[in-house]
């Protein structure tokens, strides 16, 4: 059985791995070191919120992804916008809606908080994905282009 629940600073040990798994998927250098640091600072200074899916019973708890979503702020809507950036499951999971779980449980907070929307961002080539995305409601952003500025 599978559960889902918010993670906090006690959860940095299970998620480092899965985070830096989801960062090599991203063409980034395995650095377990540079996961577990930067849990650590979002999730004890409050700048992001991770929904964790994990093995639920007796036996040891195990990962199976996690979602982490980062606030933002509407000056339109005057409301808040959360960023969902990471989103991950761990291959021994997939295939069995933890990812949609995930979606489901950040877009419940994102509601109880007074968001406006729920945004964003896959590669191109990720389309597994966006099939995802499109069947929980998501659509591609027509009206806008997302530029980038490397720093």
Same mark, same amino acid.
């Given at each position: 059985?599978?559960?889902?629940?918010?993670?906090?600073?006690?959860?940095?040990?299970?998620?480092? /791995?899965?985070?830096?798994? *989801?960062?090599? #998927?991203?063409?980034? =250098?395995?650095?377990? +070191?540079?996961?577990?640091?930067? @849990?650590?600072?979002?999730?004890?200074?409050?700048?992001?919120?991770?929904?964790?899916?994990h093995?639920?019973?007796?036996?040891?708890?195990?990962?199976?992804?996690?979602?982490?979503l980062?606030?933002?702020?509407?000056?339109?809507?005057?409301? /808040?916008?959360?960023i969902? *950036?990471?989103? #991950?499951?761990?291959? =021994?999971?997939?295939? +069995?809606?933890?990812?949609?779980? @995930?979606?489901?449980?950040?877009?419940?907070?994102?509601?109880?908080?007074?968001?406006?929307?729920?945004?964003?961002?896959?590669?191109?080539?990720n389309?597994?994905?966006?099939?995802?995305?499109?069947?929980?409601?998501?659509?591609?952003?027509?009206?806008?282009?997302?530029?980038?500025?490397?720093?």
């Amino acid at each position: 059985m599978i559960e889902i629940r918010r993670a906090g600073i006690e959860d940095v040990a299970l998620l480092t /791995p899965m985070f830096d798994a *989801y960062r090599q #998927f991203y063409h980034q =250098a395995p650095d377990v +070191a540079l996961a577990r640091q930067f @849990l650590t600072e979002r999730l004890g200074r409050g700048e992001s919120v991770v929904y964790l899916a994990h093995t639920a019973g007796n036996e040891a708890t195990v990962g199976c992804g996690f979602t982490q979503l980062y606030p933002l702020f509407s000056s339109v809507a005057c409301r /808040p916008i959360w960023i969902l *950036y990471d989103l #991950f499951v761990a291959p =021994a999971c997939r295939r +069995a809606g933890v990812a949609r779980r @995930l979606m489901e449980a950040a877009h419940a907070f994102a509601r109880a908080q007074g968001a406006a929307t729920v945004e964003l961002d896959t590669a191109h080539t990720n389309t597994g994905a966006q099939a995802l995305y499109e069947s929980l409601g998501y659509r591609r952003d027509l009206e806008f282009r997302h530029y980038v500025l490397t720093l």
